[in-house]
C-alpha cells in the first residue's frame, strides 16, 4: 500500500492526536492565517500509549463526541502520523529510476538493500539528487498496520481521512510559512509534547534525520480547569520538582548527542545545527527553552501565532502542528 505524506479546500478538517489529546483546526483561509475553527479534547490515560492505540473502543467513542462537538462529521480530514511509529532513512537508487517508479522499486527491495525495523510498510519518498548515476533519496515509513488502524478509526466516526503528515513537516511548513527560514541554516526541530519528545533535523527544507524520545514527561502531571473559563484546561504537577528538572536535563543531553552525531558522523564535521525550533504542548516549554539558549549557545525559536496577526483569538502553541497540517496540500 502507498501511503502518501506529500499529497485542497479549507474545510478539510486537521486532526492531531497524541498520547493524551485530540486536537482539531480549521482555516478560514491560508494567507493570512484565519483560524475559523478548532477544538482540544484530553484523553485519559491508556488508550493511546506511544502512539499505538490500545483502547479502540473507548478512543472511537470519544472521538465520535469531538465530532459531534466541533460539527466535523462526514468531513474529510488530514492527520498527523505519530512520531514514534515514522522513520527517516537515506537511500540511493540507480539514477535510471523514474520518479513514477520509486515506489515500485523500493518495495522490491526491501528486505534485501533496504532494511526497515518493521514489516509491511507504508512510505512516502522525496528526491534530494542525482551524482555518480545514483539517486539518493528520503524514505519515510511507517508500520502499515497501524496506519490502516488510524484510517479505521477516523472512518469509524464518519470522518474521511484524505491525506497524512509527520509533525516535523507540519511544523516546518508553518515556520517557512512566516518566512523564519534563514538561507543555508540547519534547522533542529524539537517537538517537546508532555508524552514525548520528538527530534528531526533540516538541511534547508529537507528533513535529513529524525529520532524520538519516549519518556515519562507526562508522570504526576494533573488536569484541572480554570474557575473563570471552564473551557481552557490547565495542567498542573503534583509530584517532586527534582523529578521533571532531571527529566528535563536527560532529553537536553539527547538533543546534544543528536547535534554531535549529525556533525561528526553523518557529516563528518562539514555541518552542524544552527538553530533550534521548539514547538508542543509541555507546561515546562518555556522553562525548556531558556534552558536550551543557556546550554546551547545558539537562537531557539518558537512561532506564536497571536504575535504573528494571525487573529487566532487566544490560540495557544498547542494547535501549531494542526496549522501546519492545515497547510498542507492535498
Known sequence: MAFSLFSSSNKIANIVLNDHSIRFVELK???????NHYGERYLPPGIISDGKILDYATLSNI???CTAEWKIAKREIRFIVPDSLVIIRKVTIPADINEDEIEGYLYLELGSTIHLPFEDPVFDTITVGTENNKKEILLFAAPEKYILEYEDLFKSVRLKPVAADISPLAIYRLYHHYDMAVKNEVLLTVQFDLDVVSLCIFEEQIPVFMRHIPGDLKDNWKLTRHREDHSSPELVYDGEVSDIIFQLEEIYRDIAKLMDFYRFSLTQ???EVTRILVNGDHPMQDRAIADMKDRFGMTVSTINMNAMGSNSDGF???????????LKEV
Open 29 to 35: 483561509q491560508k494567507n493570512p492565517i484565519i483560524v
Open 316 to 326: 495557544t502553541a498547542a494547535f501549531n502542528l494542526a496549522l501546519g497540517l492545515g
Open 269 to 271: 564535521g562539514e555541518k
Open 63 to 65: 472521538l465520535d463526541e
